[in-house]
């Protein structure tokens, strides 16, 4: 049982699929993930000029002392399998004759070389939707779409007196509008990142971190949630929330304005807007909180209107979509969440804590990304323990059955309203939004905290009365998340990578992973 369609979960269909029937479960369309919408590329170390400790050191180098180098290593040396194993898949990757398997090779900010494998600048759709098609034609695969997992099915459910395992999980069939128990010799979380946690995302709205939660609510560690990345420029509009502006727009010229049109980057690094991504988004965020604005600008009226439409016809015509023309107006933006680098702790074959569960890609945490993600690693790190985890449910003794209780609607009744849901939805994201965003203080996660307490009690209280909805559902993973991230933050006595506090200014001279533990003192 694989949960999510991503490029996690599907990597792990198609191989399991020739020796095993499989179920996919996918909360929305399946199209819907954030996979196809990665633009850059993946990571294969291919090159005449690349090696593997080349692109170690790179990975280590972004992830500020916290990339566990094994596992850095591991997922290096497979890379070109990785790249391989799309192409035959069927990957439209862009080609170069004289490119190492006839690709075309890109570099990106924080690589040494060009490694960056690509289909122009969509790569993420090519991928996507050629795994999909793949997994469509497969007599063992079961794609089921809008279906949704909840909870994971346990010892404790099954009432067996055995260390604890997974037996399955509970998923909302939301066409039926019912649960079902679905018993699986293996289950495995691909449900992506957490990136809706906050108000503004470059993510999907998939991205609820749901895995995250229920692996935690299982009893599963999760490290390093404090390390959430931020992308500096989102496009700031009600209706086009997740759009990424480009930062190629600030690297032709463009220049990031206050709303009186005076440019702020000087007063915060040499580089200016070419300052690195965090860097950047550090001193939008700095600016937004002293002038109390919602948003800063980003002005490329000066490179003219022949410039943009040729070189960025994308953001061009999608703005002017929405009555904004960069060539005669600053565009607004905002930071926004963009990747989540911690997540369920699972070994190199995507084992998690429970035996039976496993948990790949963005919903992991496998230590490759450390502190902060290199470019292009995660798309890779999908393919790559993918492959490895399916290799290892195939090498299991099938589990032994054990009769699933059905999910229990007799205490519970149709929710007589909305709004306690939309509003602590709205409420959840602006707080992580104001109190635990680029830059963090101790006062400030500790209000957030709180504030986290008293939704988890309506929350619950929600949960307990009425028939479960995906919107309930997503917004308990949310503050499950949004938990994690806060209690995270507050371990970490040291600002290093992605999280920055004002009272910890200082990087320690060594550090290891902040990794929770249900039921512990660090919770
Ligand atoms: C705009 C953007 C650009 C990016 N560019 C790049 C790039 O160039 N290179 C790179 O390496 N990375 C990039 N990334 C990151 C990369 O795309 C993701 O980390 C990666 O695709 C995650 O894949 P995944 O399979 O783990 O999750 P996803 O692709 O997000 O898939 C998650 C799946 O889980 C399903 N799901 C979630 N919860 C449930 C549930 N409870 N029940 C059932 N199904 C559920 C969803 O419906 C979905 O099918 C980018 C990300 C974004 C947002």
């Known amino acids: 049982m694989i949960v999510g369609a991503g490029l996690a979960g599907l990597t792990v269909a198609l191989h399991l699929a020739d020796t095993c029937p499989v179920i996919v479960l996918a909360k929305r369309e399946l199209t819907e993930a954030a996979t196809a919408w990665a633009q850059g590329g993946i990571v294969g170390v291919l090159g005449r000029d690349d090696s593997i400790d080349s692109h170690v050191r790179d990975t280590q180098e972004a992830g500020a002392g916290l990339v566990d180098e094994a596992t850095a290593r591991f997922i290096a040396e497979r890379s070109a399998d990785a790249v391989g194993w799309l192409v035959g898949q069927g990957v439209p990757f862009t080609a170069d004759e004289q490119g190492p398997l006839g690709l075309h090779l890109t570099r990106e ?273 999908c393919v790559v323990l993918g492959r490895t985890c399916a290799d290892d449910i195939l090498g299991e003794a099938p589990l032994e059955p054990a009769p699933l209780p059905a999910w229990d609607e007799s205490q519970v009744e149709n929710a007589d309203e909305q709004v306690v849901i939309s509003h602590n939805w709205d409420e959840l994201r602006l707080l992580m939004w104001n109190y635990v965003g680029i830059v963090r203080t101790t006062k400030r996660l500790e209000r957030a905290l709180h504030r986290i307490d008293l939704l988890r009690g309506e929350i619950d209280d929600y949960y307990a009365n009425f028939r479960v909805s995906r919107d309930l559902l997503e917004l308990r993973n949310l503050v499950d998340c949004a938990e994690l991230i806060v209690r995270s933050a507050l371990l970490r006595h040291e600002s290093r990578g992605l999280h920055f506090s004002r009272d910890y200014p200082r990087t320690l001279p060594a550090s290891l992973p902040t990794v929770l533990v249900k039921g512990t003192g660090n919770r």
């Open 109 to 381: 900010g924080g690589h040494a070389v060009r490694r960056i494998a690509h289909a122009a600048d969509a790569t993420g759709k090519a991928i996507h939707d050629a795994l999909l098609d793949k997994a469509r034609a497969h007599p063992n695969i079961e794609l089921r779409q809008r279906w949704m997992a909840l909870d994971l099915i346990t010892s404790r459910h099954v009432q067996r007196d055995e260390p604890s395992r997974c037996y399955g999980l509970y998923a909302l069939d939301m066409d039926a509008q019912r649960v079902e128990a679905i018993a699986a010799r293996a289950v495995v979380m691909a449900t992506g990142g957490a990136g809706k946690v906050y108000r503004y995302t470059t993510n999907p709205d998939t991205s609820t971190g749901d895995g995250i939660a229920m692996a935690w609510r299982a009893g599963c560690r999760i490290a390093n949630m404090e390390f959430i990345q931020f992308h500096p420029t989102c496009l700031y509009h009600p209706q086009e929330r997740s759009f990424l502006i480009t930062e190629a727009l600030r690297g032709e010229g463009g220049h990031l304005k206050l709303p009186d049109g005076t440019r702020f980057m000087a007063s915060h690094d040499a580089r200016m807007e070419l300052a690195p991504r965090d860097v950047v988004a550090r001193a939008i965020d700095f600016e937004m909180k002293k002038h109390g604005l919602d948003h800063v600008w980003l002005d490329a009226t000066h490179l003219g209107e022949a410039f943009l439409k040729e070189h960025f016809p994308t953001v061009h015509a999608r703005c002017l979509a929405l009555g904004i023309d960069i060539a005669r107006q600053p565009i607004p933006v905002v930071p926004a969440v963009h990747f989540t680098c911690g997540g369920v702790v699972a070994d190199l074959r995507g084992r998690a804590d429970l035996p039976g569960l496993y948990a790949v890609g963005e919903t992991a945490y496998s230590g490759l990304h450390g502190a902060n993600r290199l470019a292009s690693n995660s798309l890779l790190e």
